[in-house]
């Protein structure tokens, strides 16, 4: 079975730019969620998706959005780029999204805001 | 609001030496816990989770890490690192039947040969 995959792998942008990161789960798996990992931060829970619906969000501010396909896959999508938002952002999937599930991560899309 | 906090940011040790890897979370009802590990170059992968019974669990790569819910803890162990076991580890907290998961900062193992 084939593992989650995220395109691009890394980017380059500049301030004010906007950029969309997508994301396609493991087959049968219904929930996706997004993470922003940097330095010292660890993961930062961004969204989480089911069924086309996000079921919550953290503590991100409205430039940072998401939706999901009929098929589960997903995006996400920064507008307004600021140098803070420079990071690996990992998506992780699993079949329902809830509580003991394990999260099959990604490798990844790096952006660099410049 | 739920936080994980992980005590040690970087920890060196050499080969056959035992670890213990602190974590603690603040929630106040039934969680889920995990903890996931990230390899040099590699996803992030599950490593041993908790759900319910035995408060001792065992992972992969002999692995394992006890839940002390009057802690509020879920301390993760092995007693001999090898060299392999380099990586960057993460402790995990989702309140049972919440889509939300709740990662510390990590902790970065390097284990000399």
Redesign the interface.
Known sequence: KA??TQTPRYLIKTRGQQVTLSCSPISGHR?V?W?QQTP??????LF?Y?SETQ??K?NFPGRFSGRQFSNSRSEMNVSTLELGDSALY?C?SSTE????E??Y????TRLLVL | AQSVSQHNHHVILSEAASLELGCNYSYGGTVNLFWYVQYPGQHLQLLLKYFSGDPLVKGIKGFEAEFIKSKFSFNLRKPSVQWSDTAEYFCAVNPTGGFKTIFGAGTRLFVKA
């Not at chain 1, 999204?97 to 003991?100: E, I, L, Q, T, V």
């Open positions: 593992g989650v929930s969620s993470y010292g931060q660890g993961l930062q829970f989480e089911f079921r919550n953290g990992l992780a999204g809830r509580g003991a394990t999260q991560f990604g490798p990844g």
